[in-house]
């Protein structure tokens, strides 16, 4: 059984700072990319980040510039380091990581998402 716990989110004030962190647990043989991402209420959830096992990294236009992902992958976690955050960030944040539990078996796996929300 694998899970994805996502942790960091919150209230913040506009121009403010938080850190998402997602730690993926279980029976897990290799992780490929992992990401973020976020959905606002009434909207589609979108790709915010992602990185890949080599570091590679892809932001959404919306967050270049102020938003970095990253990963330990000896502790299988993903961060993503939000800085200057404006009202229209808030959504809740969903991290996924597409892994194998064996040489055979890949899936992607989804967190349960964290609320993060900034005020005016």
């Known amino acids: 059984q694998v899970q994805l716990v996502e942790s960091g989110g919150g209230l913040v004030q506009a121009g403010g700072s938080l850190r998402l962190s997602c730690a993926a647990s279980?029976?897990?043989?290799?992780?490929?990319?992992m990401a973020w991402y976020r959905q606002a209420p009434g909207k589609e959830r979108e790709l915010v980040a992602s990185?890949?096992?080599?570091?590679?990294?892809d932001y959404a236009d919306s967050v270049k510039g102020r938003f970095t992902i990253s990963r330990d992958n000896a502790k299988s976690t993903v961060y993503l380091q939000m800085n200057s955050l404006k009202p229209e960030d808030t959504a809740v944040y969903y991290c996924?990581?597409?892994?194998?539990?064996?040489?055979?078996?890949?899936?992607?796996?989804w967190g349960q998402g964290t609320q993060v929300t900034v005020s005016s």
């Open positions: 996924n990581a597409d892994l194998r539990v064996d040489l055979v078996v890949r899936s992607l796996y």
């Open positions: 279980g029976n897990i043989f290799s992780i490929n990319n």
């Open positions: 990185i890949s096992s080599g570091g590679s990294t």
